[in-house]
């Protein structure tokens, strides 16, 4: 799957306009594919960490919303699913991708309504590993770092977070660089 940040590198252009006019820039209908997605792809963990990506990336250009699309009964794109006509009492409702990324997303930016996202650019902005911060007022808040597991090291992340401050009454510090990898275990 073809990570989000490689196809808007050209389209902050689109964003001018909007921010010239003063108006609020939305992205309508979007999501992982079109007609209805396709399975094994678009319902999966991939496609929930692209759509973090994409909503992510929307927002540091001053995207005011972005509305995932929601097709039909059948279509992998969906958020959630209600079960076939009568089955609801032992099928249940299932959810797609997209919803937990929604609820990521959600939780990154807060209630506050003041935050301001930007793109990290990690490792050069190297499609395979995202990275996010949150200001509120002028302060970072949150921080979101999207990774692709890579057992061979090629595509570690990188981090350096200076923690303390004057109001908090511990001295500005910033621990050693370190990298982060996942790697699976094989039984």
Not at 79 to 89: D, H, I, V
Not at 116 to 122: E, Q
Not at 142 to 157: A, E, K, M, T
Not at 163 to 176: C, F, L, N, R
Request: glycine share 12%; aromatic share 12%.
């Amino acid at each position: 799957m073809t990570c989000f940040r490689g196809k808007l590198q050209d389209t902050p252009s689109f964003v001018v306009p909007s921010q010239e006019a003063g108006a609020p820039l939305f992205m309508f209908e979007t999501n992982t594919a079109a007609c209805g997605g396709f399975p094994g792809i678009l319902d999966s963990f991939g496609a929930g960490l692209w759509a973090v990506d994409r909503a992510l990336k929307l927002a540091t250009y001053n995207s005011s919303a972005t509305l995932f699309h929601v097709g039909g009964q059948g279509d992998y794109y969906n958020p959630f699913a209600p079960p076939p006509t009568n089955q609801s009492s032992f099928r249940q409702w299932t959810t797609g991708s997209v919803y937990h990324s929604t609820l990521i997303v959600a939780e990154l930016f807060g209630e506050s309504g003041k935050d301001h996202i930007m793109d990290l650019n990690p490792n050069n902005g190297e499609s395979l590993t995202p990275g996010y911060v949150v200001y509120e007022d002028g302060q970072p808040t949150r921080l979101f770092i999207n990774y692709v597991d890579d057992p061979s090291g090629g595509h570690n992340i990188w981090v350096r977070v200076q923690i303390g401050s004057g109001e908090t009454q511990q001295p500005p510090a910033s621990p050693p660089k370190f990298g982060s990898s996942i790697s699976r275990r094989r039984a």
